[in-house]
């Protein structure tokens, strides 16, 4: 195999990603479809999920409900066994001092973000055992920085980072990789909502803010989800076999948030 093969993945390979309505997972999923992969997906807006392209199969379900990511795999064990796992499904969170939030917003952070991932991940370990498969947990540059005003969202993302490490440690010896995705600011309706939401705790406008965000980034720009998407399928490909319990930043490098 020459490097530039090594550079796409096989086809058919068998592949489940979380949050694959809309964002980040979408854009993914998409990916791995017009790379020749079969996926399946998850997500609790059914609308979204009738948008996918043809050839694509969901399961309606929130990620936070153990009993719901259990239908999950239950549904996708059409595909006879899973290669790739997407552990993406993750929200903003409340944004507000750490004595300002609701004790019940830090929860369902919490329960989203990082048991979600918890529950998923648990599923995914005997199937990925058995492909010699890769799991890839997307955390968020806020998972290696400090991020005011926004602590149940770092906190929930530096635990992603510290499951993906352990993870990577605990299955690498049967033949499993575990990698962290962290995106810096995607361009997009989330992003959006945060900057408004910050802007708005700041007392300054959206321009504003939007112009303090990107000036944090080196590059001076947004990051588009076809560059998470781009790095998932680099991962999934044969020149990423030797990448595992690594914390990939596309970020365009923020050093402070
Ligand atoms: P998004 O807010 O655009 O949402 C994507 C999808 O998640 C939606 O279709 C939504 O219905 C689904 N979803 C929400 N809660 C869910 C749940 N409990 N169970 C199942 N599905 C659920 O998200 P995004 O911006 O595409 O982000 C995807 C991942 O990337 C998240 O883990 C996020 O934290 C991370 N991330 C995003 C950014 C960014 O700037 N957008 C930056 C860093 C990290």
């Given amino acids: 195999m020459t490097v530039v093969e090594s550079l796409a993945p096989r086809h058919g390979l068998r592949v489940l990603i979380t949050a694959g309505a809309s964002g980040i997972g979408r854009e993914i999923a998409v990916a791995f479809h017009e790379a020749g992969a079969r996926v399946h997906v998850c997500d609790i807006d059914e609308a979204g999920l009738e948008t996918l392209p043809e050839g694509i199969t969901s399961s309606v379900a929130d990620v936070s409900q153990e009993d719901q990511v259990e239908r999950v795999f239950n549904d996708a064990a059409a595909l006879g066994g899973l290669d790739i796992v997407v552990n993406n499904a993750g929200i903003a969170g409340p ?25 998923v991940a648990s599923r995914a370990a005997p199937l990925l055992r058995a492909s010699q498969g890769l799991l890839i947990n997307m955390a968020s540059v806020a998972g290696r920085l400090g991020f005011a005003y926004r602590t149940p969202y770092a906190a929930s993302k530096w635990a992603v980072v510290g ?16 990698n962290a995705i962290l995106p810096g600011i995607v361009s997009g309706p989330r992003i959006e909502q945060v900057i408004r939401d910050r802007a ?22 947004m990051v588009d989800a ?24 596309v970020c365009g490098n923020v050093e402070t948030l």
Avoid at 95 to 119: C, H, M, P, V
Avoid at 234 to 242: D, H, Y
């Fill in 200 to 221: 708005d705790k700041r007392g300054i406008s959206y321009a504003e803010m939007e112009k303090e965000n990107l000036s944090k980034v080196s590059m001076r720009k």
């Fill in 95 to 119: 944004t507000g001092g750490i004595d300002e939030i609701a004790s019940s917003d830090w929860r369902k952070t919490i329960d989203i973000n990082l048991n979600g991932q918890y529950f």
């Fill in 226 to 249: 076809t560059d998470i998407a781009a790095m998932a399928l680099f991962l999934a490909a044969p020149g990423g076999s030797n990448i595992s319990g690594q914390a990939l930043s």
């Fill in 163 to 178: 499951l993906t490490k352990s993870l990577a440690c605990e299955l690498g010896p049967d033949g499993v990789r575990v």
